[in-house]
Structure formats: C-alpha cells, structure tokens
C-alpha cells in the first residue's frame, strides 16, 4: 500500500514539474507584486505644496504650516517637519543637522556639512 502511494506521489511531482517547465518564458518578476528592478518616480501632484527644481535634476515639495512658523520638507526618500529658526528676515527652517535657506529666489538645504540640494527654485505655476 505505501508504495503504490509513493508511486502515485512521485508520479505526481513528475507531471507537476513538466506542466511547470513547460512556463519557461515566464518571469517570476512579472508576478512578483512589490516592484522592480526598474525605479518608477512620483508623478503624482501634492496638495497646498509648492515644488522646487534643483541642480541635477534634484526635485522637492514644501508645504507651509501655521502661517510660516514650520514647514513640511517632502524629499523624495522621506518626509520631515522643520520649525523656523531665529527671527532673521530670510526664511530659515532646521531641524536637528538638517538647515533649509529659502532666502532670495534660491533654497538651498544642508544637511550636516552636506549641500544635498543647492540652486532650488520654485516650479513655474506653483504658489505658496
């Protein structure tokens, strides 16, 4: 009696395996539902955020909170609240190492003695 259930198993397995050979052009990574190799970019709009277009190619979206007193920085990796610093006219917004200077028509953001997005400028249609 067990053999002939081991014979029906085996037999099982052999046609299972030839049905599934027979899928050789089919990838794995078509199926797989969590993403890519390819990297996809946001295309999506922010509501109430303004976009700034930096040197190469660089990209983020601010959004203003209690009337200028902190500011929501939407970096394409994370998100991150900075409060205001110092009573200065330029608009300086910093949180722990993280400094961004929205002075003049530039923004610049600095994070430790990093400049991780210099000559920022906000995108054509958007207000803040």
Not at 8 to 29: E, F, N, P, R, Y
Not at 30 to 44: C, I, K, S, V
Request: overall charge positive; charged content about 25%.
């Amino acid at each position: 009696m067990q053999r002939k259930l081991r014979f029906i198993a085996g037999t099982g397995l052999a046609c299972g395996s030839l049905l599934l050979s027979g899928c050789g052009d089919m990838k794995v990574k078509q199926l797989w539902p969590f993403g890519g190799d390819t990297a996809q970019g946001r295309t999506r709009t922010l509501l109430n955020a303004t976009e700034y277009q930096c040197a190469a190619g660089k990209r983020f979206h601010l959004r203003t909170l209690e009337d200028g007193a902190s500011v929501w920085l939407i970096l394409p990796e994370r998100e991150l609240r900075l409060e205001k610093t110092g009573t200065e006219p330029a608009k300086r917004y910093g949180k722990g190492s993280t400094l961004l200077d929205l002075g003049g028509n530039e923004a610049t953001l600095k994070e430790g003695a990093l400049v991780s997005f210099t000559g920022c400028k906000a995108a054509a249609g958007d207000s803040k």
